[in-house]
């Protein structure tokens, strides 16, 4: 979608959108190499957070009118769908924690 934003923007919106969209996928693979489950939930947390990051960068693009509406549409469907998947993730993490405190040590 940042492809058909502005030229003006490559090294704007643009780039911060496809570092925090990168990030997400980033943090989860490497929280998911890591040891013990609260390390792994401490990743998941941060790739949350890039995702509420680019769920705002999305906001303000459609408030600059760039990138298709339809497409802005479906990345905040799918934003939504990863963080509730995230939110998910998370709980099960820390239920396992809880269940076994020695985990992650």
């Known amino acids: 979608m940042t492809a058909s934003f502005p030229a003006s923007e490559r090294f704007g919106l643009t780039d911060q959108m496809r570092r925090a969209a990168v990030s997400v996928g980033s943090n989860i693979a490497e929280g998911a190499g890591r040891f013990g489950d609260r390390e792994f939930l401490r990743f998941v947390h941060i ?11 999305l906001t303000v693009a459609g408030e600059l009118g760039f990138g298709a509406e339809r497409e ?13 998947s995230l939110n998910r993730l998370a709980t099960r993490l820390k239920s396992r924690n809880a269940k076994d405190p020695s985990e992650g040590d």
Do not use: G, N, V
Not at 47 to 57: C, G, M, P, V
């Open 47 to 57: 790739a949350y957070a890039s995702a509420s990051e680019l769920a705002f960068q």
């Open 72 to 84: 802005r549409a479906r990345a905040a469907e799918t934003i939504d769908h990863l963080q509730r």
